[in-house]
């Protein structure tokens, strides 16, 4: 299975400090994309970083690939209480295995004030 | 505001009754997903259509019957449902099929089965 699994489980930081958030997978991807999940609701799309890519930016969201050590890991900086929510990685394999976008089982953030 | 939309937003059903799930989407993407979210479990495909095609049936039990019409609307037809079952269901849909496009999500139907 090339599901991801996301480290740790659970996060608990306060405002204004970093949170790290690390994603292992366990086959060949074409893709990894990070979601977010506020509590009971949809996902939201972060960051796609493609295999051929090492980091990408987004605002205060930092994302690196390592392919040799099949793992991501999402940064937050300077976090916001608004942060507060479910983060899943999600990994897709290549073009010739159908491209299913599999998910992780997340982590929880929790930004206390 | 993701473009996707769902309803309702929530559900409750008993084991006997049928009910069905909208999505719509206002994106003109041409893929359109149905997952399942249960407490403590990661999300599961259940269904991708690409262009009003079914193209994926992750087995899915045959008491979840699905229906594209078209590429901005899909439907999740649910029957003699088990507690099981319960899980908030969420729609997606993408430009390309697959995992190669992002992809935007409803808010999520939350369903209750007694």
């Known amino acids: 299975s090339q599901q991801g699994e996301e480290d740790p489980q659970a996060l608990s930081i306060q405002e204004g400090e970093n949170a790290t958030m690390n994603c292992s997978y366990k086959?060949?991807?074409?893709?990894l994309q990070w979601y977010r999940q506020n509590s009971g609701r949809g996902l939201v799309h972060l960051i796609l970083i493609r295999s051929n890519e090492r980091e990408k930016h987004s605002g205060r969201l930092r994302v690196t690939l390592d392919t040799s050590k099949k793992s991501s890991s999402l940064l937050i900086t300077a976090s916001r209480a608004a942060d507060t929510a479910s983060y899943f990685c999600?990994?897709?394999?290549?073009?010739?295995?159908?491209?299913?976008?599999?998910f992780g089982q997340g982590t929880e953030l929790s930004v206390k004030p | 505001e993701t473009g996707v939309t769902q309803t309702p937003r929530h559900l409750v059903m008993g084991m006997t009754n049928k009910k069905s799930l909208k999505c719509e989407q206002h994106?003109?993407?041409?893929?359109m997903y149905w997952y399942k979210q249960s407490a403590k479990k990661p999300l599961e495909l259940m269904f991708v259509y690409n262009f009003k095609e079914q193209t994926e049936n992750n087995s899915v039990p045959s008491r979840f019957s699905p229906e594209c019409p078209n590429s901005s609307h899909l439907f999740l037809h649910l029957h003699t449902l088990q507690p099981e079952d319960s899980a908030l269901y969420l729609c997606?849909?993408?430009?390309?099929?697959?995992?190669?496009?992002?992809?935007?999500f409803g808010p999520g139907t939350r369903l209750t089965v007694l």
């Open positions: 086959t060949s991807i074409n893709n």
């Open positions: 999600a990994t897709t394999g290549p073009y010739n295995q159908g491209g299913k976008l599999i």
């Open positions: 997606a849909s993408s430009q390309g099929a697959g995992g190669f496009d992002t992809q935007y």
């Open positions: 994106l003109g993407h041409n893929a």
